[in-house]
Structure formats: structure tokens, C-alpha cells
């Protein structure tokens, strides 16, 4: 395999919240033999404006991800929210938009499954996959479909030694994040974040796994203030356990 | 006589008990509240269903029922993505020659013996209706469940007329008696408890109060219905299909009361908005496989009626509604919502709508194709409807006719954003936004000096009424450290 020069994106909420989940992702590439880069003047996407209308107030965003970003060879993030902006919503360059990876898709169809480092996770866990991670990047196909089931998450997962998946009762159903929707319509997304953790907790899982961390600030922050007991972990902090850690 | 209950779609649905107390002590949350056009706040509405317990559980679990069922029975279809594909194929050509089938449709049912007439708005049909009722000196018009003639604010029209105006849909009737609009463009009351329904039944029809079991109250509705249904002079349907090629209409029902105002009173009137057409008689069997399963999850309705002409010694009368339709086929991003067949699946999928109820979106359409299609009739209004979505995309994955619902709801927000209709503290702090991330240094900044901050904060001073997040939520903790500041730390090790 040749290496490549990825450039790291991480996003401005697990750049400022979840410190750790950028250094998995970050361990988790290098360990694959490539060289990563944190090009230091990033900030966002532009999703938080973008997804709210305001297309004007994105360009200036864009103009700064394209100076970071242009040189790589790939541009890995790991979130999938982000990448769905970055690909399917912004107006950045045609050729930034081909080669920006969410992390799951880089590391299934890009490095492919086998050349994974062996992991450890001795837990029971129930995966969340984001609304966008589910109907915009295929990272399994969106139960109301009727078309052959695939999942690159649990082909990454099911890699670990000792984890075991148990389910969630309406694992699709959004969680109610949904960016600035959490505070313009902080009552209903409140409640969508509390139903989820409720339903997560009656899963028998120790762990909820996901490939976007947004959700899973939600469903974190839900989980607290109900008093459910229930950890969250991004799935690169998973797969970058090493085995010798058991 | 042995009484049989009926498997249909109703029929095969769990009892859904609420949970907790006595529901009967839970009052009816209301709908959002109108001002004129003033934008109407879907999260004020919200909020207030939310807090009513009973009700919340059971619409959720009733409306998420049909989603499973409707999962259950286009999963057994091997075809179900070709039946979508070709039904959203069939709309797209029919309403790119909206002109020639319409036309087509006239010659046809006026060779049928129909009189065809033509709407341009709400007014001008609601005038038609009411011509039409005075030639036949009828005071009293029976009809069965239409989006349009609700969208058309026909019941109000024909009161204002002298003109009583009775609807059979059971759930349409509760809704009218209890002077609220339908919430859900399939199952009308389905925010109401069964205790509701009682009450308002108690209240208009006489039933006993204190009996909420539904077998007595939709029979007692009947029963106070069939006089006047036996009446009527003119009763009236709307169309899910207008069939170019023969001139038909066919309306698909469950309760059967559309045929009888069809066929009980001498004259019938249909009101259809231009988009119910389909080119061919076969094209409704990519149609009607798709309706009701995607509706209530059931293979077909138990009604599905094909009109082609009045009576013997009647009259049947098609109204042809445009009302902001042609406008809307106009609409670049926006003319794929007139594919729409109102069988509701996006409303059952949708986590917003099933907690939020139909009433909170003061509208007449609610849920996901009701956020693409209100603004089209009053911008300013129904500005704040777009923002009533976590763009989680279940809409658009349910859609039968693969309408991209909630990739128009984001491209609405664009055109209110454009408009400048989102409140001036959105608008500025969009742009804030927007300033902030487009300048590292001042991003770095505000990341490290939260990350600096917050770890220190005192609960009162986070969770304070200003901090939407903080009301319902657990705000993340700071590690104290950004991932920039570690990894440049990392890079200064030798």
C-alpha cells in the first residue's frame, strides 16, 4: 500500500469537547503506516450556518477549509455529519469534496477491513448510527428501504476482540440533535434525546458506539440529566484500543 | 347476530394503553396560536404538547405503530423500490403535461356526462360549491375527508353561506364537532385520547359520558351521521386520483362514507386539486399498492371507488383546484412536492411531528410535506416551519413517490434566510458565527478560552435560562485541553 498525506479534520466540537477522540483517530491512522497532518488553521465546515440557510455567511468558511485542505492526498474526519456538509452541501471545490472521507468510509472502502490493527473491547455495546451516517453516506442502508442489507460499522466492529452488540428498539430513529435545531426547538429535541437514552439503556449495552459525536454530545448530555447510566464512545476510540491493553 | 370484527388496517392495530395516571384527567393540549401572519411557533405548540404526558405517549406510540407496519409490508414487496421509482416517474411525467391531461381529463368525464369546472384559487371554489348547492336549493351538504376543501377553508365559507356542512369521516366529524382542524392528513384526530373523543361527543352528539369505549362512540356517531347522510341533496369527495384516459375519479377510503355521499344524494361534487392527475387506468396499480401500505401499513383501503359519471337522474360536478399549484410547479426546487398522494408515512416517521402533534404546526398541511408545502401559501407565516426538522431524512426514505422532503425543507430554510425572515438574533448570530470560524486566530481564541473556563464554571452560572441546550441537557465536559492545543504540544516533544 502506498501511503498517503491525510489531513486531519476535526471539527470545532471535538476540537473543543472531545479531545481524545481526535487523538484515536489520529493514533488509529498513523498506526496504518500513513503520514496524518493537523493542518493548525481549521475550524469547521460551515454545516451550523449551512444547515440553517445561510449560504452567504458559508463562503468565507469554505475559502479557509480549501487553504487548509487542498494539499492532501485524502481528508479524513470523524464525523459524519460534517462530511455529509462537506460532500453533499457545501460549495467547496468539486476535487476537496471527492477526496473528504468520513472515518468508517475511509477505513472500510479505503484501507479495507483487513489491513485493520487488532482491537480489544470487552463490552456489550449498541451502535448509533447518525441520520446522515445511515441516509446520506451508506454506512448502512436506511431500514425504511427494502434493498439488501450491509454495514460498514458493524464490519469494523465485529473486528474487536471481545465486544458484543446488542440492539436498541427503534435503532433509526433520529435522536434530535439536529445542529441548531437543539436550541430552536429545545423542548421537542430534549425529549427525542431523553426517549433515546431511555431506549439505549434498556438495551443491556454498557457503551453507545457511533461514527458521529454530535449525537452522542446529545444523547451524553440526555443521559445525565436523566440519571441513566450509560457511557458513550466515539468508534475510533474503540477501534484504536490495542490488544494488549486486555 | 355474531359480530365479526373486521382485520383492516385499524383493526390490526396494538391497543395502545397510555401510560401513568387516569387519562381522562389530562386535558387536550390545543394547536399552535394564530396571529394573523405572523409567523406561527411551532416550538411555543410544541412545547406544550410535550407537557401533557398521556397524550404525548399515545400519539407516539400510535403514529410509530404505522411506521413499523408500514416497514412490515413494503418489506414483504420485492418490488417496493421499483413501485416507488415507478410512481415517481408516473407524477413527474404527468405534471410536466399538466396542461394536456387535464384537458384530456375534461373531454373524457364531460363525454361520461360530469361537469368539469375550473378553479383557480380557494375563492373561486368555494363559490362553485356554493352555486351549485343554491341551484339545488340544498342547505346541507355531507361530505367525506378532503385536504383540499380544509386548505380551501370550505367549512367556514359555507356557514358564513347559510349552508350546514355535516362530515362523515369519523375522524374528521370528531375534529369538526370539537371545532379543531384535522392534525394528520390521514388519521384527522389522532392527538385526541379516546376520553376526547368522549367528551366532545358528550358535549354535541349526547353520547354518555362516561363511556369512552370507541365500538359505542363511532356507533353512536353513525347513528346521529346516517339521518342526515339519508337527507342530503348533494354530497361531496375529494379525489386521490383523476384518471386522464377514462375520465374517472377514484377516492380510496376505509370507512365507506365517501361512497355513500357519492351515491345517496342525486348530485355528487368532487373537488381535486390539478396534481391528482395519472395518464392511464393502469397507472393505479403502481398507485394504489402503494397508498394504503404506505399510509396505516394495510394492503389496500376497503373502499377503493371509481365515479365516471352521475347517477341515474343526478348530476356529478369535478372541480378542478389550482390554488398556488401551477405556482408551485413553477417553483425550481420546490415542483416535486406536488407528487405527493397525502398518504402521511412522512408524518408517521417523523420524531418531530409524533411529539410535537399536527395541531402545533397551524397549519393545513403538518409534518415534513406540510414544512415544504405551507410556506408556498404565505411566506412569512409559515417562516418558521422549516426550522421543525432535524433533517434526519426518514421523510424522504418513507416517501412512496421519493419526493426529497427533507432536502427541500433545508432549501425553504435558504429561501427564508435569502428573505431575512429568521429572527434578527438568528441573522446576527449566523453571521457572528460565520466571522468566528472564518479567522483561526479568533477561533482558537474562543475554543482554548472555553476549554480554559468551563471545566471551572459553577453549575448556576452554565445552566441559566438563556442556555437552551442546558434545559433539557447535561452540557459536555470540558477536558481543559482542545485536541489543536494537544497535538501542538505533541509536536513540540523531541
Known amino acids: ?246 | 347476530m355474531k359480530r365479526v370484527r373486521v382485520d383492516h388496517a385499524e383493526g390490526r392495530s396494538h391497543p395502545i394503553a397510555p401510560d401513568g395516571a387516569d387519562p381522562a384527567r389530562e386535558p387536550q393540549p390545543r394547536g399552535a396560536v394564530i396571529r394573523g401572519r405572523r409567523p406561527v411557533d411551532h416550538a411555543e405548540a410544541a412545547e406544550r404538547f410535550l407537557a401533557a404526558p398521556d397524550h404525548l405517549s399515545f400519539h407516539d406510540k400510535r403514529l410509530w405503530d404505522l411506521r413499523e407496519k408500514r416497514d412490515r409490508e413494503s418489506h414483504g414487496i420485492p418490488e417496493w423500490e421499483q413501485l416507488r421509482q415507478l410512481a415517481s416517474d408516473i407524477k413527474e411525467y404527468a405534471l410536466t403535461r399538466l396542461d394536456d391531461l387535464l384537458e384530456e381529463f375534461e373531454r373524457n368525464a364531460t363525454a361520461n356526462g360530469v361537469v368539469v369546472h375550473w378553479a383557480r384559487d380557494a375563492a373561486e371554489h368555494n363559490r362553485i360549491v356554493t352555486d351549485i348547492l343554491r341551484t339545488h336549493g340544498a342547505t346541507e351538504l355531507v361530505k367525506s375527508k378532503s385536504m383540499l376543501t380544509e386548505e380551501c377553508g370550505l367549512r367556514d365559507h359555507l356557514q358564513e353561506a347559510g349552508v350546514s356542512v355535516i362530515e362523515t369521516d369519523l375522524g374528521e366529524r370528531i375534529q369538526q364537532l370539537d371545532n379543531e382542524d384535522p392534525s394528520h392528513v390521514v388519521v384527522p384526530a389522532v392527538h385526541k385520547l379516546r376520553s376526547d373523543v368522549a367528551a366532545v361527543f358528550a358535549r354535541t352528539i349526547g353520547t354518555d359520558p362516561g363511556r369512552d369505549d370507541p365500538a359505542y362512540l363511532a356507533e353512536s356517531q353513525r347513528m346521529s351521521n346516517r339521518p342526515l347522510i339519508l337527507d342530503a341533496r348533494v354530497g361531496m369527495t375529494g379525489a386521490n386520483f383523476l384518471v386522464a384516459d377514462s375520465g374517472a375519479v377514484v377516492v380510496c377510503t376505509n370507512e365507506g362514507n365517501a361512497d355513500l355521499c357519492a351515491s345517496v344524494p342525486a348530485v355528487h361534487i368532487v373537488s381535486a386539486g390539478i396534481e391528482k392527475i395519472v395518464p392511464r387506468t393502469g397507472d393505479l396499480g403502481v398507485f394504489i399498492r402503494l397508498l394504503s401500505r404506505s399510509a396505516l401499513g394495510s394492503p389496500i383501503t376497503q373502499y377503493t371507488s371509481h365515479f365516471r359519471g352521475p347517477r341515474a337522474g343526478g348530476e356529478m360536478h369535478v372541480i378542478l383546484v389550482d390554488n398556488g399549484r401551477s405556482e408551485r410547479l413553477g417553483a425550481e426546487e420546490f415542483w416535486t412536492s406536488l407528487k405527493c398522494i397525502r398518504c402521511g408515512a412522512c408524518m408517521n416517521t417523523c420524531p418531530v411531528y409524533r411529539r410535537s402533534g399536527g395541531l402545533s404546526y397551524g397549519a393545513t398541511y403538518a409534518g415534513p410535506i406540510g414544512l415544504i408545502i405551507d410556506p408556498s401559501f404565505n411566506r412569512r407565516k409559515y417562516s418558521l416551519l422549516p426550522y421543525a426538522s432535524t433533517l434526519n431524512g426518514s421523510c424522504t426514505a418513507v416517501c412512496p413517490v421519493k419526493i426529497n422532503i427533507h432536502e427541500q425543507i433545508l432549501s425553504w430554510r435558504r429561501v427564508m434566510a435569502e428573505h431575512h425572515e429568521p429572527s434578527m438574533t438568528k441573522q446576527i448570530s449566523m453571521k457572528g458565527a460565520s466571522a468566528l470560524l472564518s479567522r483561526p486566530s479568533a477561533y482558537r481564541a474562543a475554543v482554548d478560552g472555553a476549554n480554559a473556563v468551563l471545566p471551572h464554571m459553577p453549575r448556576f452560572a452554565l445552566y441559566n435560562p438563556a442556555n437552551a441546550w442546558g434545559k433539557g441537557r447535561e452540557i459536555p465536559q470540558a477536558p481543559g485541553q482542545s485536541f489543536h492545543a494537544w497535538f501542538k504540544a505533541r509536536r513540540r516533544k523531541p
Open chain 1, 1 to 246: 500500500m502506498i501511503a498517503m498525506r491525510i489531513g486531519l479534520f476535526i471539527p470545532c466540537f471535538i476540537d473543543l469537547f472531545y479531545r481524545d477522540v481526535g487523538i484515536a483517530t489520529l493514533e488509529l491512522l498513523e498506526r496504518l503506516g500513513h503520514a496524518v497532518d493537523y493542518p493548525a488553521d481549521q475550524t469547521c465546515c460551515g454545516q451550523p450556518m449551512g444547515n440553517a440557510g445561510f449560504v452567504a455567511e458559508c463562503r468565507a468558511v469554505e475559502a479557509l477549509f480549501v487553504r487548509n485542505f487542498d494539499e492532501y492526498d485524502a481528508i479524513v474526519c470523524p464525523s459524519a455529519s460534517c462530511v455529509h456538509h462537506v460532500r453533499h452541501k457545501s460549495a467547496l471545490p468539486d476535487a476537496i469534496r471527492a477526496r473528504t472521507f468520513e472515518l468508517v468510509e475511509f477505513l472500510h472502502d479505503v484501507i479495507g477491513v483487513d489491513a485493520l490493527p487488532p482491537a480489544f473491547f470487552p463490552h456489550r455495546v449498541t451502535l448509533h448510527n447518525s441520520c446522515t451516517a445511515l441516509r446520506s453516506l451508506d454506512h448502512e442502508p436506511a431500514p425504511e428501504l427494502n434493498v439488501p442489507f450491509f454495514s460498514k460499522p458493524r464490519a469494523l466492529l465485529a473486528r474487536v476482540g471481545g465486544l458484543e452488540i446488542v440492539e436498541t428498539e427503534r435503532a433509526d430513529e433520529c435522536c434530535g440533535f439536529g445542529g441548531t435545531f437543539s436550541v430552536s426547538e429545545a423542548a421537542v429535541s430534549a425529549r427525542m434525546g431523553q426517549d433515546k437514552a431511555t431506549r439505549q439503556a434498556a438495551s443491556g449495552a454498557e457503551y453507545v458506539v457511533s461514527a458521529d459525536m454530535s449525537c452522542l454530545m446529545h444523547q451524553g448530555g440526555s443521559a445525565a440529566r436523566h440519571g441513566i447510566d450509560m457511557r458513550y464512545v466515539h468508534i475510533a476510540q474503540i477501534l484504536n484500543t490495542k490488544a494488549v491493553d486486555a
